[in-house]
């Protein structure tokens, strides 16, 4: 079973995904364009916080320079901005969410995206999306054809020690309590889902998210690392892009559930923040 929504599974789509930072000097098709349009408009998201999402067009200087990414990007004409109110930790957690369907879309359109957080031009993006003054646009992704090269500055980033590496089952999965890994033979079909959600993006890979599966078979989301950068938790965005992984993939698994935010399932481990809580039902889900 596949979501409609994609031309490939979602833990196909997780494993396709890389970030890019350099395009190819092209357009995107009239369909292409107004199939992401369509998804920003549209898309629909788990806590019904506000989000507005918009698809930016750069200026038309070389390599849309004057957009503002102070060289981290080259060739991109497409930029898909988020906007939230300001000091809306659930907005954050949504926008991740949405935000990652649309990326999800593009990955499965052959388009290339990276997440950018501080590397861009608040100011220049802030006049293109119409910024409000208790409003915030904590992210931008840029969106278009990948470059069959890599400048050096993307080159040297993909060098960084822990850039491309992912952390393994042991390290984010347990069952019952975080002092026991979650054994895949024991992740009650939802083996995909965990996995697509483990291959998720995330500010400088830290890979945030810890999940307990609980004796009554639902899983509990945490998350192990909070950094307050620029006035706002951005790995509550990490968190968002997870719980979309995890939800769109265990859909296509046969398993459609409901998010729970009021209340951890059990002992809240040590050092961890709870984020929501994932229960099989029949009548719920993101489709």
Known sequence: MMTPFFSKPVRELAGIRRSVRTYQDKDLEPEVRQKLQD??????????????????????APNGAKIGTYGMIRGARYYMAAVVGKGDGEALLELGYVLEKAV??????GLGTVWLGGTFNKGRFAKAVG???????PIVVPVGYPSETMNLREWLMRKIPG?????????????GNIQKPLESADAAGLKDALEALRLAPSAINVQPWRIIKNDDGSFSFYEAVSQNQMGFDMHMIDMGI????????????????HFDFKKANGEMPHDLKYIASWSENASHGQA
């Open 242 to 257: 997870a719980l979309c992984h995890f939800d769109l993939a265990s859909c296509e698994a046969g398993h459609r559930g």
């Open 39 to 60: 998804c920003l408009e549209n898309v629909t998201g788990i806590n019904g916080r506000s989000v507005k999402l918009s698809l930016v067009v750069a200026d038309s």
């Open 163 to 175: 850039s491309a590496h992912r952390k393994g089952w042991s390290e984010l999965f347990f069952s």
């Open 131 to 137: 910024l409000g003054p208790n409003e915030m646009l």
């Open 104 to 109: 999800l879309l593009a990955t499965s359109l």
